[in-house]
């Protein structure tokens, strides 16, 4: 069965860190970027980061340049996204998406991806 199980999220009090895991079964993450997607409340589901076949990242939201950080283990087949010095605004349901095999390079737009993850939800509170 082909799907992506993501693991993490939870509460954090502003400034924490936390970090997200997207393990997949039925297929392998190694010949394909992974993205993470996020979606706020009231808001349209925005990416966040991404990671190329070979490892390089892309930010898609400049909030988050600097402080979250995205890497691969590809004997694990699992993607995980690194949250430090978390603020409120980053409190949204985050998604792990994965695109066709083949499609080695990152986009920040939803509709290049197929498979998703469950979500999970981040919440940023004091």
């Known amino acids: 069965q082909v799907q992506l199980v993501q693991s993490g999220g939870g509460l954090v009090q502003p400034g924490g860190s936390m970090r997200l895991s997207c393990a997949a079964s039925g297929f392998t993450l190694d010949d394909r970027a992974v993205g993470w997607f996020r979606q706020a409340p009231g808001k349209e589901r925005e990416g966040v980061l991404c990671i190329s076949s070979k490892g390089e990242s892309t930010y898609y939201t400049d909030s988050v340049a600097g402080r979250f950080t995205i890497s691969r283990d590809n004997a694990k087949n699992t993607v995980y996204l690194q949250m430090n010095s978390l603020k409120l605004e980053d409190t949204a349901i985050y998604y792990c998406?994965?695109?066709?095999?083949?499609?080695?390079?990152?986009?920040?737009?939803?509709?290049?991806?197929?498979?998703w993850g469950e979500g999970t939800q981040v919440t940023v509170d004091a």
């Open positions: 998406a994965v695109p066709h095999r083949g499609y080695y390079y990152c986009s920040g737009y939803g509709h290049h991806y197929h498979w």
